[in-house]
């Protein structure tokens, strides 16, 4: 089956998110998909507390001379930007946006809040939902006219160098939040034509779809004193001079969830690490005719014995044992406990492992919490461990030379992947992207060299 | 000083919330107040996960037809609805709403659902953003044209009697959720004339504010079937019939956070209930001259004995402890360990708490922590106790004859607070209101007995 009809069908199957609400690009997350939205998330915000940022709301209208404040910015913004003109019935003085990203709401405070270099640094982020009129084709979670969630970091700083340090930071945090979803990454610093508008440079994370295409999944941006200039973000120094604030943003979108599920699917559903798994083990009874208390009854118990632990649910409906199976296979539940009459006997219980699909046995004592503890890390490792292996084989490296254009065309257009071409600053340019009938990813570091990368992008 | 003046001074000065944000009604919740906040909704996310609600998250955006659907519904919104009409440079086909409220969406797409009995119930909700064209005078956190956030819950069931139990559990939630946050309230049955748009009939907690206005806090509507048949959510029933869905829908805006604010603060500044302090105990060492080094060993060795187990902050900053003590006051940190060298010697820890303003000593032993879990929880306790003693205190018995009108007018713009007149089914109409000058909350029953409550409402 083709992905993009794959990731269609699981999407509904598994009860992530639904398409069908009248509005081309919004859709509704449902239950299931807003609970892996939640706990994945929930690392984020962890990590981001953890480093010293505060978490913090700001409005979503923005007037439209505060978005038009900073040019660039507007310029890569205001084709895509909602307006709205009207209250009730009354047309507003000033057209509002919807936010399409937060610096200009942002960044106006921030001029209110610094005054001296003690003010600084400001570390802040939101998580919130944002709007784009697209007018490409919009792919649930991927390509969104409403992004349910999007996560904004802001920063302020006193000197250059803190600003890059800040944009290290933020890599490092980005690292870690993708390494516990378990999802592969390539971080490259965007070209030039491609960075953010407004930004100095923007340095990206992007992964690869099992359909061999990249996907951006974060971005860290160094603003320099663009924007600070633009907005007044002023401080007096401690020798008593004036400077401007140097500026960092970073954000994170619903996108993570799209990876979630692409990275770790497979042909029979979802296949979810534990970390996120809306469920993490699911216990389904084996009854037989005749046994049926003692076999409910040691559910339960274990049931009982899990719950305070782990995110459990005991499976009681009247139907067959096969079709449960399939049900929380397809919904990606990392860790399956079958209870039978015989395994009762044995003083037995057995395991189900979703990622590889093997049964294995343990025995039924005081150990077992561990044991299951044990097994939904391992669980979690070797998802994060398979998907880089399947990351790495998408990579490929070509030395560049204009009789190679057509090998490398191929390979984008049969295999796809990453083509990475070592750096040589001569050919660096955007008309790469038309040679080779790709987008340039930019400047990355693989394995200790330096190299452009190159692919067909979502 | 004047309520209304002292609410805005404390929402500055303990960094609560910014009204600079250039749209009237939209502002900028600051790290501190977003904790609470998060705090806060953290209880009510709980208590509706335990009573088997599940969270999601809906569209942002209304087409206009959809909204449109429910004739009552729109009329209630219409003048209030912010339109976006624009989508870049182009106009958009339909015009869009930003959601005053989420019926029209959910109902939408409950209506895709819902097939047969056994899909019912469905209990949802979202904590989201919501928005309304305020032409009234706005205020923080009280009357927003962004109102930052909204908890609303849907709910579709198959009978009258489930959606009528519906009505209650959810009574029951919000109580538990105002209890833990030490907020009065009476529940009052909405009048007709002032019941949600579309509804059978809406039952409303209110709380009096400290200038003796009433606010209302929470509302909880039976729908009936009047959504179910606009939306077509027609399902089932056991015996092969059909039929619509029973409805019931409930919210909780920030309002609660502004009453956290009103209802325990005083003069001093905030006052928070523990539950919700974004920092619940604050460490203040006093140095004195020679002693520097034994005193912030201790003061640490405390910070680490409490950190894993309260939201605790050392404050090492470097100016005179009267200063802090006042800081942390106004910013409503229940609890403060002050650490000199005195105590030290005589194995003492020295407490103020912030609610009554009292300083005590207890042990620096093992007991430490169960002491400061005790005194936490007596502070929880204590504020609700207070809080309902201040708002018994608002509320005033007054028989109703035409002679006692101008009694009740005096009180009413005099002290305020909430009259409640003996239920006489003849003078219960929307004239009485004209009569005493006031709003009439609806029929609420206080000590076992049935009345009309009458106040002067936010």
Redesign the interface.
């Known amino acids: 089956m083709e992905f993009s009809e794959w990731y269609s069908e699981i999407l509904e199957k598994a009860e992530i998110y ?1 398409v ?4 081309k690009g ?6 299931y998909g ?2 892996i ?2 706990y994945a998330f929930e690392i984020i915000r962890k990590l981001l507390d953890e480093t010293g940022h ?8 923005i ?1 439209e001379d ?1 978005l038009a404040k900073e040019g660039e910015h507007i310029k890569g913004f ?13 047309p507003l003085d000033v057209k ?1 946006a ?1 936010r399409p990203t937060s610096e200009t ?1 942002i960044y ?2 921030m001029k ?1 809040w610094v005054k001296v270099h003690t003010d600084l640094p400001i570390k ?1 982020y939101q998580i ?2 944002t ?1 784009r ?1 697209e ?1 490409k084709h919009t792919r649930p979670l991927i390509r969104l ?2 992004i ?1 969630t999007f996560k904004e970091a802001h920063t302020a700083h006193a000197t250059k160098e803190e600003a890059e340090e800040q944009v290290k930071e933020a890599i490092e945090v980005y690292k870690k939040f993708f390494d516990a979803l378990g999802i592969p990454y390539l971080i490259s610093k965007r070209p030039e034509w491609d960075k953010f508008p407004g930004a100095e440079y923007t340095m990206a994370f992007d992964t690869i779809f099992p359909d061999g295409r990249t996907m951006q999944i974060g971005t860290v941006h160094n603003l320099g004193q663009n924007f600070a200039k633009t907005f007044e973000i002023i401080f007096e120094t401690p020798d008593g001079g004036k400077d401007y604030a140097y500026q960092t943003c970073y954000g994170i979108s619903d996108r993570v969830i799209a990876s979630i599920i692409a990275i770790h699917g497979d042909e029979k559903g979802l296949s979810l690490p534990p970390i996120v798994a809306p469920i993490q083990v699911v216990i389904v009874p084996l009854i037989f005719k005749g046994k049926e208390e003692i076999v409910m009854n040691k559910a339960k118990e274990i049931y009982n014995l899990l719950k305070d632990k782990f995110r459990v649910h005991l499976d009681d409906r009247d139907i067959r044992p096969g079709r449960k199976f399939n049900d929380w296979e397809l919904k990606g539940v990392p860790l399956r406990i079958e209870i039978g009459p015989k395994d009762i006997e044995n003083g037995k219980i057995t395991l189900f492992r979703r990622d590889i699909e093997e049964k294995f046995q343990i025995g039924d004592n005081e150990e077992l919490i561990d044991e299951m503890e044990k097994t939904l890390n391992t669980i979690n490792e070797n998802m994060k461990n398979r998907a880089w292996e399947k990351f790495d084989a998408f990579i490929k490296i070509v030395e560049f030379n204009e009789s190679k254009i057509d090998e490398i065309k191929n390979i984008l257009s049969e295999e796809r992947g990453v083509i990475l071409i070592p750096y040589v600053e001569s050919i660096y340019n955007e008309e790469l992207e038309d040679k080779v009938e790709a987008s340039v990813l930019g400047i990355t570091e693989y394995k200790g060299d330096k190299y452009i990368a190159i692919a067909r992008t979502y």
Do not use: A, Q
């Open positions: 639904d069908r609400y009248p509005i919004c859709g509704v997350y449902l239950p807003f609970k939205r939640r505060d978490e913090t709301l700001f409005p979503m209208l007037p505060l205001e084709d895509e930007v909602y307006w709205v003109t009207h209250g009730g019935k009354t509002l919807l709401p106006h405070m209110l802040l919130v939902n709007f009129y007018t006219r409403e349910m």
